[in-house]
């Protein structure tokens, strides 16, 4: 068969890439010049090894172990004389060789991705001596790569964010795969990106990895996500190639391309006139698309009537507009307000003023209704004054009000008495004249503050309030006084002329140019040898001595009366009294001692003799009290008198009974049966009674006394009983007596009876009996006969 010459150049490009891997396989040992090696020398050889990197291919997966390549020295005769080990790296676990050839085989599956390359020496010894024959030398084992990993997405899924209306081309996000492969060995880790899902929308730069818009215009109002899927590709995106895939979702921000709308072109709103000022009338709102800071808006009324009635401001959470009241609404006066609303984006993005205005207009209507309003005052406050002196009844001034509704209903006035408790002022009910209804005074309270009620007469519940600030004004009805309770002393040793004190005065009324104060000594005082005053003209006097030689024991208290005069009209005055006591002091004039009786003492009783007194009185005391205890805790004897009432003591036993079925705290026996006889038994706290022998014969004494004396019996026992309950138990006596004196009640043995007793006062009990008087009675025999 011939061979054509395309054929036969493909032959021998095929033979030569076999011999070329054939040489890569495998590494000879050449034999040099030189001379043999010996250990035991001194002589140098040159080596006689000649390597060649070996190379084996990763992911192995046949039974028999993998051919890596040969070692062989030129020392080696083929007698079997020469040994070869490997050792490094590997070796054994990974690698093994054959002790006689140098053959080396790979035992386990490699993994380039795991090691690259290992790192093995290799050594030939005598057998015999198993001495090394030649010097150990190293290599190296290098895996080569196939295409086993695919690329992968590190930081994967990704999320990105690209502005609406965006050009095409704009760059939205990179993404890169990484391929494990040997990136300097073959295409494997050559990556070709794709893009798999979000077409037409988005695009992928094949070599970059760059995700960029594909259309322009996109808007996010329309769909404001995408989802797309990227494929990574090795052998730079052809057949065969291992492939990988992340997805990246897109999301479109938003961008200030929506003017604002309002939903209608009109509004209308009904109000009361009486809502009060800085109420909410309406809220309207211009709808947006946008989102954000893009959907922030400002109103404002651009025209209308009621531009100084109402105001209009931004909700910032919601964007709505809040219409406001900024003066009171009057129905009598105006019906209805129209108002030219205007919302406008705060922020306009000028790359779309193009789409037209971004602002709307709308119409708003406010109607206002009518409603039954309070009367209303002329003034919001109504300042009066007058004078303390004013006589009562006297006319203050006149507050006014007046029905603002269309009706116009009388008003009556009245004062609310909240504010004037004690009632010092009255006001006429239709003309709204305040006049005083009882005596003023300025000292007391200078202003009264009072609320006025204006009501209407066909609806007395619509009230309206009106203030009155009436000042009183001042008149000069206070004299002077001292400003204060002055303690005057002066020295023994004072000399003439000597300022002891300097006094002022206080004036309750206040005068419009201040107090003027005019300090003199009575005329009674005015001729003393001992004090004088100083007008000091600054509303202030001094108190000067006019001799010396003060002493307690001739005088110890000096009485100074002083008048004062103010600068009123008229003007008044007072008369107050300086008390100056005399003192002894030291040579600095300050007192020490202002008791005169200190100089007494020696005319009497000296202070040794005093204290004596009081220390014989004192022992006095502690006697009586010492007796007066001994006696409080001297027992009392247990035995009572028999005058002593036992009742008038009361004993508390913290002790609560058995209730009525308790048996064991007393003999139930006892009380059953009358003529049981007890054993007498004598109490330690109860007097003993005279004890008795026997018991009565009850049946001659009538039932009540029977009862009396049974109680009496059973307290008795109590009394001397020490096992008795306490004395505040409560004791059950079941005695029924000791027989009926008739014995038998029957009525057919009383026929037939023997008994003598005497029936005839049951005629006197009234005609009920009469017929048990008949029978028993005297008439009888009678009766049967």
Sequence with gaps: MKLGKVEFCHFLQLISLFLCFSGMSQAELSRSGSKPYFQSGRSRTKRSWVWNQFFVLEEYMGSDPLYVGKLHSDVDKGDGSIKYILSGEGASSIFIIDENTGDIHATKRLDREEQAYYTLRAQALDRLTNKPVEPESEFVIKIQDINDNEPKFLDGPYTAGVPEMSPVGTSVVQVTATDADDPT??????????????????????????????????????????????????????????????????????????????????????????????????????????????????????????????????DKDTQEGIITIQKDLDFEAKTSYTLRIEAANRDADPRFLSLGPFS??????????????????????????????????????TVAAHDPDSSNSPVRYSIDRNTDLERYFNIDANSGVITTAKSLDRETNAVHNITVLAMESQN??????????????????NAPEFAMDYETTVCENAQPGQVIQKVSAVDKD??????????????????????????????????????NGFRRQEQSVYYLPIFIVDSGSPSLSSTNTLTIRVCDCDADGVAQTCNAEAYVLPAGLSTGALIAILACVLTLLVLILLIVTMRRRKKEPLIFDEERDIRENIVRYD??????????????????????????????????????????????????????????????????????????????????????VAESLSSLDSISSNSDQNYDYL???????????????????????
């Design 185 to 314: 060995y073959g295409n494997s880790a050559r990556v070709v990106y794709s893009i798999l899902q979000g077409q037409p929308y988005f695009s992928v730069e094949p070599k970059t990895g760059v995700i960029k818009t594909a259309l322009p215009n996109m808007d996010r109002e329309a769909k404001d996500q995408y989802l797309l899927v990227i494929q990574a590709k090795d052998m730079v995106g052809q057949n065969g190639g291992l492939s990988g895939t992340t997805s990246v979702t897109v999301t479109l921000t938003d961008v200030n391309d929506n003017p604002p709308r309002f939903p209608r072109r009109s509004y209308q709103y009904n109000v009361p006139e009486s809502l009060p000022v800085a109420s909410v009338v309406a809220r309207i709102k211009a709808a947006d698309a946008d989102i954000g800071a893009n959907a922030e808006m400002d109103y404002k009324i651009v025209d209308g009537d009621g531009l100084g009635i109402f105001k209009i401001a931004v």
């Design 360 to 397: 709307d207009t709308t119409t708003v209507k406010i109607i206002v209704e009518d409603v039954d309003e309070p009367p209303v005052f002329s003034a919001p406050l109504y300042p009066m004054e007058v004078s303390e002196a004013t006589q009562v009844g006297n006319i203050i001034g």
């Design 460 to 477: 007395p519940s619509q009230v309206g309030r009106g203030y009155v600030a009436i000042t009183i004004l001042d008149i000069n009805d």
């Design 510 to 547: 206040e005068p419009a140019n201040g107090h003027q104060f005019y300090f003199s000594l009575t005329t009674d005082a005015t001729n003393n040898h001992n004090f004088s005053l100083k007008d000091n003209k600054d509303n202030t006097a001094s108190i000067l001595t006019r001799r």
């Design 655 to 740: 002790d609560e009974g058995g209730g009525e079925e308790d048996t064991e705290a007393f003999d139930m026996a006892a009380l059953r049966n009358l003529n049981v006889m007890r054993d007498t038994k004598t109490r330690r706290d109860v007097t003993p009674e005279i004890q008795f022998l026997s018991r009565p014969t009850f049946k001659s004494i009538p039932d009540n006394v029977i009862f009396r004396e049974f109680i009496w019996e059973r307290l008795k026992e109590a009394d001397v009983d020490p096992c008795a309950p306490p004395y505040d138990s409560l004791q059950t006596y079941a005695f029924e007596g000791n027989g009926s």
């Design 763 to 785: 005629s006197d009990w009234g005609p009920r009996f009469k017929r048990l008087a008949d029978m028993y009675g005297n008439g009888q025999e009678s009766l049967y006969s």
